[in-house]
């Protein structure tokens, strides 16, 4: 099939560098996203989210005439979709309604032999829900659920597996787990991929392609959460919990994860949840491992209020007490706060009303929301004004700077 002319929905971290990647090969990328601002940063080719070596790619692709931003929908040969799927209520149920706007906002404009690609990490069942809403719209063309083989519109699910500040490398080398509604989806969702995915293209079924990357980000979770309830187990054992891990993975066949202050990012802290959301009475270890998981940041919290007690019987008054909070992104050497334990760590002890709290945090120019009367500051000054030093995200800033006084909480073992 060839493809002339791709629509990419959703402009934000992976809609971006996929859009610019299919541009890089001269294909023309209309992408829409429904953010203005973010629109027109891209059409002056910019870029507003912070990914290595981005800006370039988008800049020369624009520049060039391949990628071109629009906030409506506009005709195209494939249409991928790449938008949120966060949580609806406090049961950590699946939200699919950015993938229903999407879905209707594509719908008036396709025709007869378009491929159609959900990204976005989603439910099992989710890519079926998304060619309902299109049929639903579109009851004049034919969708893979009627007809199979032989509808007019291919769908397919395609979800991406990169490492933020590597996306654009990881994007291009990377296997690609596709999954069609059917196997002529899957290989025209192949066809597409092969344009710049030098990995291996593996095709299956759409719900396995659905499950494989939540099992991916499972399996992940299930491990880190073993790492930090040891952390802990550590902390009442007064046991250093790196040397233990750097001791225990001497044995050939045993590889532990480092410990943080919970886990975060819209992948590996969300994707659990989908499983258990879809089989809740089975998914006994994943549920436990998320709980463990998202109870850290209340420990590390605690572990605040030890410091701050040891301060006062110093003599400190409350009024006078400074804590400095180094990082707020979710991983290392990134701008990215989607579900990030440091940020809600942050703004946990904002609330407290701890004394005065300051933050250090490269990868951003403005303080988050909720973080009101919280100023942002730089690395020297926290060091050398802060009474409690709270280590969350192992910036490559922090790593050849450590403070010389005041109370220490380290969770990431860097200092």
């Given at each position: 099939?060839?493809?002339?002319?791709?629509?990419?929905?959703?402009?934000?971290?992976?809609?971006?560098?996929?859009?610019?990647?299919?541009?890089?090969?001269?294909?023309?990328?209309?992408?829409?996203?429904?953010?203005?601002?973010?629109?027109?940063?891209?059409?002056?080719?910019?870029?507003?989210?912070?990914?290595?070596?981005?800006?370039?790619?988008?800049?020369?692709?624009?520049?060039?005439?391949?990628?071109?931003?629009?906030?409506?929908?506009?005709?195209?040969?494939?249409?991928?979709?790449?938008?949120?799927?966060?949580?609806?209520?406090?049961?950590?149920?699946?939200?699919?309604?950015?993938?229903?706007?999407?879905?209707?906002?594509?719908?008036?404009?396709?025709?007869?032999?378009?491929?159609?690609?959900?990204?976005?990490?989603?439910?099992?069942?989710?890519?079926?829900?998304?060619?309902?809403?299109?049929?639903?719209?579109?009851?004049?063309?034919?969708?893979?659920?009627?007809?199979?083989?032989?509808?007019?519109?291919?769908?397919a699910h395609c979800p991406e597996r990169v490492l933020p500040g590597h996306v654009l490398r990881e994007l291009v080398?990377?296997?690609?787990?596709?999954?069609?509604?059917?196997?002529?989806?899957?290989?025209?969702?192949?066809?597409?991929?092969?344009?710049?995915?030098?990995?291996?293209?593996?095709?299956?079924?759409?719900?396995?392609?659905?499950?494989?990357?939540?099992?991916?980000?499972?399996?992940?979770?299930?491990?880190?959460?073993?790492?930090?309830?040891?952390?802990?187990?550590?902390?009442?054992?007064?046991?250093?919990?790196?040397?233990?891990?750097?001791?225990?993975?001497?044995?050939?066949?045993?590889?532990?994860?480092?410990?943080?202050?919970?886990?975060?990012?819209?992948?590996?802290?969300?994707?659990?949840?989908?499983?258990?959301?879809?089989?809740?009475?089975?998914?006994?270890?994943?549920?436990?491992?998320?709980?463990?998981?998202?109870?850290?940041?209340?420990?590390?919290?605690?572990?605040?209020?030890?410091?701050?007690?040891?301060?006062?019987?110093?003599?400190?008054?409350?009024?006078?007490?400074?804590?400095?909070?180094?990082?707020?992104?979710?991983?290392?050497?990134?701008?990215?706060?989607?579900?990030?334990?440091?940020?809600?760590?942050?703004?946990?002890?904002?609330?407290?009303?701890?004394?005065?709290?300051?933050?250090?945090?490269?990868?951003?120019?403005?303080?988050?929301?909720?973080?009101?009367?919280?100023?942002?500051?730089?690395?020297?000054?926290?060091?050398?004004?802060?009474?409690?030093?709270?280590?969350?995200?192992?910036?490559?800033?922090?790593?050849?700077?450590?403070?010389?006084?005041?109370?220490?909480?380290?969770?990431?073992?860097?200092?």
């Amino acid at each position: 099939m060839q493809f002339n002319t791709i629509s990419m929905i959703g402009l934000g971290y992976i809609g971006l560098p996929t859009a610019a990647v299919f541009a890089s090969r001269k294909i023309k990328v209309i992408g829409v996203d429904v953010n203005q601002k973010a629109v027109d940063t891209i059409n002056r080719g910019e870029i507003h989210i912070v990914e290595p070596d981005l800006d370039m790619v988008v800049h020369a692709a624009v520049k060039e005439g391949y990628l071109r931003a629009t906030t409506t929908p506009e005709p195209a040969d494939a249409f991928l979709i790449a938008v949120p799927t966060p949580f609806k209520g406090d049961n950590h149920d699946p939200d699919l309604s950015y993938i229903e706007s999407a879905a209707k906002a594509i719908a008036p404009v396709l025709k007869k032999g378009n491929l159609v690609i959900l990204e976005s990490t989603s439910p099992v069942g989710a890519t079926e829900q998304m060619a309902e809403w299109l049929a639903e719209a579109r009851p004049d063309i034919s969708f893979p659920q009627t007809l199979g083989e032989e509808s007019d519109i291919r769908v397919a699910h395609c979800p991406e597996r990169v490492l933020p500040g590597h996306v654009l490398r990881e994007l291009v080398q990377n296997d690609r787990i596709i999954g069609g509604m059917t196997p002529r989806c899957s290989e025209v969702a192949c066809e597409l991929y092969k344009t710049f995915v030098e990995g291996e293209c593996v095709t299956t079924n759409a719900r396995t392609a659905e499950m494989c990357k939540l099992t991916e980000n499972s399996f992940r979770d299930v491990n880190i959460a073993f790492a930090n309830e040891l952390s802990m187990i550590c902390d009442k054992l007064d046991i250093n919990v790196w040397e233990l891990i750097q001791l225990a993975n001497r044995h050939p066949r045993v590889n532990i994860l480092q410990p943080g202050p919970g886990v975060g990012g819209h992948c590996i802290a969300v994707d659990p949840w989908f499983i258990v959301s879809g089989a809740p009475d089975d998914a006994k270890l994943i549920r436990s491992a998320r709980n463990i998981n998202d109870a850290k940041p209340r420990w590390v919290l605690a572990k605040v209020e030890e410091a701050i007690e040891l301060v006062l019987k110093e003599g400190k008054s409350i009024d006078s007490l400074t804590i400095a909070c180094y990082g707020l992104a979710f991983k290392p050497d990134i701008d990215d706060l989607r579900e990030s334990p440091a940020l809600n760590i942050a703004k946990d002890i904002c609330k407290q009303n701890f004394g005065r709290l300051i933050i250090v945090e490269p990868n951003i120019s403005e303080t988050p929301q909720g973080l009101n009367g919280v100023k942002l500051v730089g690395l020297s000054e926290a060091l050398g004004k802060a009474d409690i030093h709270v280590m969350l995200v192992d910036h490559k800033e922090f790593k050849t700077n450590k403070p010389e006084q005041g109370f220490v909480i380290d969770t990431k073992g860097i200092w």
